[in-house]
């Protein structure tokens, strides 16, 4: 770490280096591994009677599964979270132990991860607002086609039906 990497904060936003956007998204796969493996852990732990983050052989296997799923995800770096994700990679019943796995960590991740928990919360939202967006744009579209298509007809008709 060099010298000007150490003063970029202090720095004004005009003279800081320039980030590629595609960073922070590999970091947030990352972050959602790590995210996956501490909830394993303390679901385990609480479930299992395994210990100091030990996994049993059945929720090892099935993080094994749900990581190289993960890694293969047809997304690539864009993926969403995987609770907020429209495709099922792991299959019907991994998916749901998984999804039973990460709610059931829920409430015991904010005692033994609170920021993790917190910003793997504050993410969910915000793929949550995106999806919301997405879904507006796409009906605004859809609704700007069907006023289209409706005009065109009432064209159509004003000429062959001139009064």
Do not use: W
């Not at 090892?60 to 990679?89: Q, R």
Request: net charge positive.
């Amino acid at each position: 770490m060099g010298f000007m990497d150490k003063i970029q904060k202090f720095l004004p936003e005009r003279f800081r280096k320039k980030k590629d956007p595609s960073e922070g998204l590999k970091e947030n796969r990352l972050k959602e591994k790590e995210n996956i493996k501490a909830s394993f852990a303390v679901y385990c732990n609480a479930n299992h009677d395994t210990k100091d983050g030990k996994l049993c052989p059945k929720c090892t296997a099935l993080l094994t599964n749900v990581l190289l799923k993960i890694g293969k995800c047809k997304y690539g770096i864009t993926k969403p979270l995987c609770d907020h994700c429209d495709e099922k990679c792991f299959g019907d019943t991994p998916s749901k132990t998984f999804m039973e796995i990460m709610e059931g960590s829920r409430n015991r991740m904010l005692l033994h991860h609170p920021m993790m928990a917190v910003r793997h919360k504050i993410t969910g939202m915000g793929v949550e607002y995106a999806k919301q967006k997405q879904n507006d744009a796409a009906a605004q579209k859809e609704e700007g086609r069907m006023k289209a298509k409706a005009a065109k007809a009432r064209k159509r008709k004003a000429r062959k039906n001139p009064k």
